[in-house]
């Protein structure tokens, strides 16, 4: 649903995370008066620590054919890169099943280009970003994906042409060759290939350059503003939390995970869970030169400064915010063969965040089902940063009547929501 008639002149956005700050900086841009509210510090929950990535061209869903046995083989073990932790509840479980039906070729596909869809642009919108101060320290350079052996590069590199890819001139990389394109690799990397155009950023930079955007554009920024409900009637929208009520024609609701418990206080369920990620930072010498991908390990190591970003695992469980240090020592198993001169004892910024996931992969951007004036901009599973710019383009877009009807449709919430009963 749009507003083309009566589009609303004020809004409130719960959550300032990465996706709830870009909202604001495109209904702003809009002529929208706009507040943000977040219970912690902008950028807490799944923003800061993640691997900076900006892919637009290698978009698609998790679910995909062969992802739930493959996950299945690796639960037993503690190194694994996923992990359930009992009881899982029936939450979870219902999320599992419904996640199981989309693993299909036909879903995949589908789920695929509608993400390209919604990202097409990407790079143009982080750019437009950068020319107004928001600039994440972005490296331009494409990545590195590395294996350990030929036949799974070849393997993986098919899987990227199905999906077009930019592949660098050379296809799979060997021996001195991979060595050349990246130094900081050891031995145990054997095979490799580079694709082309990819960014990576600091997400962290990204997130407080945004914010203070944000402040000197007139963006009312509330940090410590706990929400305890959302509030639709009479044609106005409250947003009660622990530092006062704010009142608004609309409200946009982009709280990640915590989004559920807040559409849960409208009667309605939305079908999200946390898929929680790990990080750390170590110093290498050298270090990366560009982000790199290493394949069987599910690791990303990603530049930051004079640091190495390492990034990785998939955690389910009741508890969003619980850090379990066995999940970073199973990203330190996975990537200790494969980076040199690493110094693994010396961990920094040790993360863990809450990944808002979808079965179908898929973000949920639109009116809650009977609550024209509450919007959802939530459930990006692992690709918040990088469709943070083209959500909140959709969303003003929405709001103004100016929206790509094919995307609004798509990715409208309406598909993951029931009613709740208490």
């Given at each position: 649903?749009?507003?083309?008639?009566?589009?609303?002149?004020?809004?409130?956005i719960v959550g300032g995370g990465v996706v709830g700050l870009a909202c604001a900086h495109y209904l702003s841009g809009a002529g929208l008066r706009v507040t943000v509210v977040e219970r912690d510090r902008v950028g807490s929950g799944a923003s800061r620590g993640n691997a900076g990535e900006v892919c637009p061209d290698l978009v698609e869903p998790l679910a995909a054919p062969g992802v739930i046995g493959t996950a299945l083989r690796g639960l037993h073990r503690r190194d694994g890169a996923l992990a359930i932790h009992p009881p899982a509840g029936a939450e979870l479980l219902r999320f599992l099943v419904r996640f199981g039906t989309r693993a299909t070729s036909r879903h995949h596909a589908r789920g695929a280009a509608a993400l390209?869809?919604?990202?097409?642009?990407?790079?143009?919108?982080?750019?437009?970003?950068e020319a107004a101060g928001v600039d994440g320290a972005a490296h331009k350079d494409g990545f590195l994906f590395a294996f350990p052996s030929r036949e799974y590069a070849a393997e993986a590199l098919a899987a990227f042409r199905r999906l077009d890819a930019p592949i660098a001139p050379g296809g799979v990389l060997e021996g001195a060759r991979l060595a050349e394109a990246e130094p900081s690799l050891t031995e145990g990397a054997r095979a490799g290939f580079v694709v082309e155009r990819q960014w990576s950023l600091d997400p962290s930079l990204f997130v407080d350059r945004l914010a203070e955007r944000l402040r000197s554009d007139g963006v009312e920024l509330v940090e410590g503003a706990r929400v305890s409900s959302v509030v639709d009637r009479s044609g106005r929208t409250e947003v009660r939390t622990s530092a006062g009520t704010f009142r608004a024609d609309t409200v946009v609701i982009a709280a990640g995970i915590g989004s559920r418990e807040l559409v849960r206080g409208l009667g309605k369920d939305v079908d999200l869970v946390a898929g929680k990620g790990y990080s750390f930072s170590v110093a290498a010498e050298p270090p990366p030169s560009r982000l790199v991908h290493l394949g069987a390990a599910k690791v990303v190591l990603a530049p930051m400064g004079k640091?190495?970003?390492?990034?990785?695992?998939?955690?389910?469980?009741r508890d969003a915010d619980r850090f379990r240090q066995r999940r970073i020592?199973?990203?330190?198993?996975?990537?200790?063969?494969?980076l040199r001169h690493a110094d693994w004892d010396d961990r920094?910024?040790?993360?863990?965040?809450?990944?808002?996931m979808t079965p179908d992969g898929l973000p949920l951007i639109g009116p809650v089902p009977g609550h024209p004036r509450v919007l959802l901009a939530t459930g990006h599973n692992m690709l918040g940063l990088m469709l943070a710019p083209a959500t909140g383009r959709l969303v003003a877009g929405l709001l103004t009547g100016a929206a790509d009807p094919r995307l609004s449709s798509t990715f409208a919430p309406v598909r993951s929501i029931r009613r709740y009963s208490r």
């Open positions: 649903m749009t507003f083309p008639d009566t589009p609303p002149a004020t809004v409130t390209g869809a919604l990202a097409r642009g990407t790079f143009g919108l982080f750019e437009e970003l640091r190495v970003r390492v990034a990785g695992t998939m955690e389910f469980e020592e199973a990203i330190v198993a996975a990537a200790r063969p494969y920094q910024e040790e993360w863990v965040g809450p990944r808002p």
